[in-house]
């Protein structure tokens, strides 16, 4: 009788258990699928933070370059912004796809 009783006590517990695990798994807020979706987009997200960390980076290096010489700023001026004098005329030279040779 106890033996039978104990059993019983045994699978209500695992029949619980089991049930909160399906209930965890799939149909919570906090879902697997969610928990993946999640770590996928985290993923994505650190690399776009790498890649606009090493951006900043560069425009730093490049800023410095520039602010430090008043030659390369006018350098940088007239190459990236394409500013000229005003008895100037600057021409670009573009290959077949309409993009700057020198950039």
């Known amino acids: 009788m106890l ?16 049930a909160l695990l399906v ?19 985290l993923h ?8 606009y960390q090493e951006q900043i980076s560069r425009l730093q290096v490049e800023r410095r370059e520039v602010l430090g010489n008043d030659r390369l700023r006018e350098k940088f001026a007239r ?3 394409l500013m000229k004098k005003p008895t100037e005329d600057v021409f670009v030279i573009v290959d077949e796809q309409n993009e700057p040779i020198e950039k």
Not at 3 to 18: C, D, E, I, M, P
Not at 23 to 41: E, G, I
């Open 44 to 51: 994505e997200l650190e690399k776009e933070a790498t890649y």
């Open 3 to 18: 033996n039978r009783l104990f059993r019983s006590v045994r699978n209500f517990y695992v029949a619980t258990g089991l």
């Open 79 to 81: 190459e990236k912004y």
């Open 23 to 41: 209930w965890m798994l799939f149909f919570d807020a906090n879902d697997l699928v969610t928990q993946a979706r999640n770590w996928w987009k």
